[in-house]
């Protein structure tokens, strides 16, 4: 009886979930509400972490709940320690959750909803989720090593090489590219730049006042800086009004570019302490509470989705930008629904806590499926808005004119109605003196969520939700910037390391300013292309980081597979062999695509020539000719990097495949790194409390 | 409803850091003050503590996109 009722209730969830994936896919013409957004998720995921997350446990990985855990064993009390399931899942949580799952999902809404949203769900249930879930177990299993380390054991010394230069070139793209969502939320607005700026010191109070004024009292400083960073989104409004303060504080985008680049060298060189640490804690409550915040306001309020299920630009003339949905928009979502970078989390850092192999499920499959949910959110809130609204503020002055009167008519020409009035009342409401190519994603997400924030709690506030908004992305988007330049800077001392041993010491000056100085130069340099390019940068930027962050995904899938195999799991090797198929298909086609297309708003060499061309010819405007020879360089260097990613994938993948067929062969390989099983010795629930 | 907020308010302090130093000197009492083979050092002072303790949570990779 009890077991017929546990089938019926998970039947119910299977035709609910089936009926709401059904109506999103099928709904054509009319305006289709949120909560079916919401209810397909929950279905999917429910079911997904019920039976194939479970299976995947059981029977692929073989948890074994009576092995001690590398946190039991090698405990000091410190990083090594075991520790609750739920703390461990928040601390993985906050580490993972990014600004990566609210932009991307933002640029694929101009494909439509449908395509970026069923591939939040599918690719995280049967892609991200299970890179991450089985990282985390062959991690634990391997004394918390990284993925680096797993890589160099497992496949050898080049498989761990190429994860060390790929987690590398990702990070400099990767911050190049939020650096730029940042500048573009900044320009021209006093109010956001004020209260962007503001996070500094009031991360510098916080940070002194729990290391100083009161060590370790955490919460306490916390609660201090959480108040302040509200103060400023209030101050940052009283700024605008002023007439001399606001000039203070209202920046070209190249000028905001060099402070952030400023900004990224000194987080880099000063003591964590001081500035990354508070930061982060600010940025995680910050975090947290908003996207808590955001689900229950999209539940009270169950808004609308306006967009429509497709658009004419899944044929690759997007405005946002360019390519066909085939593979752009598994390119562009990336984050939320499968991220190699989530695979340097899941290894070395969360297993150093993980007090029984049974969670891991819980951990790497369930904090991933809480991350394509935010995605979900972040697609529901730039869907909302009028389509018209959403491509007005995303288009850059490149594709649609910088003219407001010809920017609505060539988007209302498109079939997405909207008034310059209708612009124009919209960015007084949020406190802005325009909102015309707004590009990166923030500004439009921020819209989305005052909007529904407003329309939740109260409308009188939009310009004050709308700036908020912008703090809450502009925060974290802070903090990956300063943790990644720093991670950089340890890299690059490591690697410099090998030739000088002098430079490998993370506490000597000249080391730590010359290697700070050339990472932020590596970001800066895409950064600064970023912002001088008229078409907005975003467009070139996100796909080149969606390529990086896929192929590092790919990484990952091939260390587990090869794993798998060497473990004689063959015939389970479809669980990590299947989606690093499908990601090596969509990264070898996208970056083929980027090198040689034709077409010049995809193919990096066509733009570089057609931009020859064309400065030769001495058809452009003035202003663009003097930045055309920067441009033609960059989209050359793209080219070449983009060549460069896609062979390191296949360098790698050939590895796994070398590895794997010795193996098979009966051939000698490198021995499997695991430890040897020790009984655990803890058994309460609560572990030490 | 008492003891949810109290579990609560424990989540939140584990979660944070708050209590680390609390976590450390139990660690200290049961591993290091009866292990008589090794030298006795005392434990260390609250701010000294968390001195290491911020400086070690944030070597590597920490925070993702």
Known sequence: MNKLVKNSIWILIAVLGASAVGGIALNRGESINALWFITAALCVYAIAYRFYAAWIAATVLIVDETRATPAERLDNGRDFMPTNKWIVFGHHFAAIAGPGPLVGPTLAAQFGYLPGTLWILFGAVLGGCVQDMVTLFLSTRRNARSLGQMARDELGPFGGTAALIGTFAIMIILIAVLGLVVVNAMKHSPWATFTVSATIPIAMITGLYMRHFRPGQVLEASLLGVILLLLSVAGGGLIDEHETLRNLFDHEGLTLAWWIMAYGLAAAILPVWLLLAPRDYLSTYVKLGTITLLAIAIIMLQPDIKMPAITQFIDGTGPIFGGKLFPFVFITIACGAISGFHALIASGTTPKLLTNERDIRMIGYGGMLLESFVAIMAMIAATVLDPGVFFAINSSAGVVGANAVDAVAKISSWGYPVTVEQMQILAQQMGEATLFARTGGAPSLAVGMASIFGSAFGDGMLALWYHFAIMFEAIFILTTLDAGTRVGRFMLQDMLGNIWPKMAETSWLPSVIFTSSLVVAGWGYFLYIGVIDPNGGVNILWPLFGIANQMLAAIALCVATGILIKSDKFKFAWVTGLPLLWLITITTTAALQKIAGADTRIGFFAAANDLTDKLAAGVLPPEKAIVAPQLIFNLQLDAWLTLFFVSLLWLIVFDMLRVCSRYLAGKPVLPLTESPHSPSRLVEEWVRD | ?65
Not at chain 2, 9 to 19: K, N
Request: proline share 3%.
């Open chain 2, 1 to 65: 409803m008492f003891k949810k907020v109290k579990t609560f308010w424990r989540i939140v302090r584990r979660l944070s850091g708050d209590d680390a130093y609390e976590q450390y000197l139990r660690h200290y009492v049961r591993y290091h003050q009866t292990d008589a083979a090794h030298e006795y050092h005392p434990p260390l002072s609250k701010a000294d503590f968390f001195k290491q303790w911020q400086d070690e949570k944030w070597n590597g990779v920490k925070r993702c996109c």
